[in-house]
């Protein structure tokens, strides 16, 4: 593989995107768009039915009858550092992390608008993350921050989230 196909016409690598939506049909402009600092080393998408294994006792082997399915789930890791160790490409993060000098903040901005319910919705907003051939629509479920490198007076400089996304799909796309 080319190097030319790695990076973008000016030779920055493409980013992650997680658009951020208010309606469940994923219309419109979002009313936020995060641009990751560092795409994920590597993401997984799950797959799953569920199986009622209440199987009668006579039944022959132990594999219950399949009830629904269940969506799937995405998977993956984002970074985030005020260290400027590295070249992230992303100008908005990098300036409100160099600003702050800590992650803290951004992170508590990402949960706030990803994860966090509404008060006017009574849930999380909709989202809708685009990376290379990925397009994923959904909710944040689970994420689990881990601060991982701290200054000397204790705010943190590094840290990783753990990110479980569930697919979701509107009422209207299913009919």
Not at 30 to 57: C, G, Q, R
Not at 79 to 101: C, L, P, V
Not at 138 to 144: A, C, D, N, P, R
Request: net charge negative; charged share 25%.
């Amino acid at each position: 593989m080319a190097l030319s196909q790695l990076f973008g016409a000016l030779g920055n690598l493409e980013k992650l995107i997680i658009d951020v939506y208010n309606s469940d049909n994923f219309s419109g402009s979002p009313v936020e768009s995060f641009k990751v600092l560092y795409n994920p080393n590597t993401y997984f998408i799950e797959y799953k039915n569920e199986l009622d294994n209440n199987a009668p006792a006579n039944a022959a082997d132990g594999v219950g009858q399949f009830k629904s399915s269940r969506g799937k789930e995405l998977k993956l890791d984002l970074f985030w550092d005020a260290t400027s160790a590295s070249y992230s490409g992303n100008t908005a993060f990098q300036t409100d992390i160099q600003r702050d000098k800590t992650v803290h903040k951004v992170i508590e901005k990402f949960i706030d608008t990803c994860f966090k319910i509404r008060d006017d919705t009574h849930r999380p907003n909709y989202l809708k993350i685009h990376w290379g051939e990925l397009t994923f629509q959904g909710m944040l479920t689970e994420v689990k921050v881990t601060y991982t490198l701290f200054d000397n007076t204790g705010k943190p400089l590094r840290a990783k989230t753990d990110c479980t996304f569930t697919s979701y799909t509107s009422l209207v796309e299913q009919s």
